[in-house]
């Protein structure tokens, strides 16, 4: 464990983030400013001016030009991030294609935040669960420490021989982005020795070297590249829990494909991303004081969806209440189908699902005490009343 | 050409090998198929120049007919011929003709 590691301070999630990145020092960042990431442009662009780090910064005219320009240095060879929420992630999904189909291991920290109509500018995950088949790498992360842990990591994971792929960090906006809590940086070097010098895969600066990316592929090879990029995904898993057991040995947080929260024996469990957990973890003990078998599950990782683990760690439970801070209309919510499938193969618990959150809209203890009172009836029933339902909504 | 196996491309499925179209024979596609009169031609280069396949064979900077592995029949080189005395030294035949 490293012992150096003992500096703390009071910084907002933005903060935190545009630390990160200047530790690690990308070669090139292309970006957009857009509500609530725009402090991490905010900051980093300091960074470039005071002359922190040797970024090259484009400051470009849309987010779909954003990412395009982020394609363009990562083919080129370099080190490439981006940040950015929202409409602004929306605005580039053609282009999120084209970076994982073309194997960059671009990085981007999305602040997450509600997609309009209606406009609203607070946090939620539809913007990163409309990702969700982009083929990018997805971390969630609870707190500021977190983004920041996971930021320091993405790297170490995306440009893996095995993986190539792009990464996102993501964090509740506003809710972690703007507020300051106290955390821990890593030095410097310690950063610059865990995240390592990048060598990039056939780069197109290589001039001795000639050769074309993103050429047509018709039908008789293109499956043969979509399988390829399956496969990246799948050992994408792997690399996750390989980098962050080599992180908790160094800087001493320890990080895997999920947190599990007084999980061992729980009978009643709430699954949620991001900053929920943070509330959901205080009324989980309040009620395990209580004598109640509460837990909670936190995804880290959703893409590669660790299923077996989930479903290993879910199948003695007897009634499982997810959460999600988005929707799939007409559908249930991304991260319950996600935990359905995974608990899929076990005669395991009775699941339902809750849409919590979206816009912004506050989750106090006290409707997680509600989740957990439904989820304590649902385990006694053994039968959930509604699969599917808003809550804090006004009826 | 051997078709590759998924785990057999090479990263991302880059082309590492420039020019390399070469090996890849379109030919096939055609249905029209440009022939060339010599005693029309004035050697002014030009269905070189349109051509946007290089399928025009050119030796000692002579025209000297057509790779018909590449051309795919798309007559700009007829359409750009200048011919002499208007006539055409390349013309457009129906495929199997």
Redesign the interface.
């Known amino acids: 464990m490293g012992a150096t590691t003992t500096k703390i301070v009071a910084v907002t999630g933005n903060q935190a983030v545009a630390e990160a990145l200047r530790q690690l020092n990308p070669d090139v960042m292309p970006a957009y400013p857009i509500t609530p990431s725009t402090g991490i442009m905010e900051s980093f662009t300091k960074f470039v001016s005071d002359g922190k780090v040797d970024t090259e910064t484009i400051l470009v005219e849309s987010e779909h030009s954003a990412m395009s320009a982020c394609i363009g240095a990562s083919a080129a060879g370099g080190r490439v991030a981006t940040a950015t929420s929202a409409q602004g992630l929306a605005l580039m999904w053609e282009m999120l294609h084209i970076a994982s189909?073309?194997?960059?291991p671009i990085l981007m920290a999305l602040v997450n935040r509600a997609l309009s109509a209606p406009l609203n500018i607070h946090g939620d995950h539809s913007d990163g669960m409309g990702m969700r088949d982009c083929s990018w790498i997805q971390l969630f992360s609870e707190n500021a420490q977190e983004a920041y842990d996971n930021t320091i990591m993405a790297y170490r994971i995306a440009e893996h021989k095995d993986v190539?792929l792009p990464i996102a960090v993501n964090m509740d906006g506003f809710i972690i982005s703007h507020s300051i809590e106290s955390m821990t940086f890593i030095p410097d070097a310690e950063v610059k020795k865990f995240v390592g010098d990048y060598i990039a895969?056939?780069p197109l600066l290589d001039i001795d070297?000639?050769?074309?990316?993103g050429?047509l592929?018709l039908p008789?090879?293109y499956?043969?590249?979509k399988?390829?990029q399956h496969?990246a995904m799948l050992n994408a898993k792997k690399v996750i829990s390989d980098v962050s057991a080599e992180f908790a040995r160094l800087f001493g947080r320890t990080y895997d494909l999920f947190e599990s929260y007084r999980l061992e024996d729980a009978e009643v469990v709430l699954v949620a991303l991001n900053s929920a957990a943070g509330t959901i973890k205080d009324e989980v003990d309040r009620y395990r004081e209580k004598g109640v078998k509460a837990g909670l599950l936190k995804p880290r990782v959703f893409r590669p969806f660790p299923y077996e683990e989930v479903g290993a760690a879910l199948k003695n439970a007897k009634a499982v209440c997810v959460m999600d801070r988005a929707d799939s209309y007409g559908g249930y919510g991304p991260l319950f189908m996600e935990i359905a499938s995974a608990v899929q193969p076990h005669r395991g618990p009775v699941l339902f699902n809750k849409v919590y959150g979206l816009g912004g809209r506050d989750l106090m203890p006290l409707d997680v005490d509600q989740l957990i009172d439904e989820t304590i009836e649902v385990a006694k029933t053994g039968k959930a009343k509604m699969i599917k339902e808003y809550i804090t909504v006004r009826n | 050409m051997k078709q590759m196996n998924w785990n057999e491309l090479p990263h991302a499925g880059s082309i590492l090998k420039a020019g390399n179209a070469n090996e890849y024979k379109t030919g096939s596609w055609r249905s029209l198929k440009p022939r060339w009169i010599e005693e029309n031609c004035i050697q002014c280069l030009f269905c070189w120049i349109y051509c946007p396949d290089s399928a025009v064979s050119v030796k000692d900077e002579k025209m000297t007919g057509f790779d018909y592995d590449h051309c795919k029949g798309c007559g700009v080189c007829a359409m750009e011929c200048p011919g002499k005395k208007g006539n055409k030294a390349i013309v457009m035949e129906e495929e199997g003709k």
Not at chain 1, 101 to 104: A, P, T, V
């Open positions: 189909g073309y194997r960059l190539r895969i056939d070297h000639p050769k074309s990316i050429a592929v008789d090879y499956m043969e590249h399988r390829a496969e």
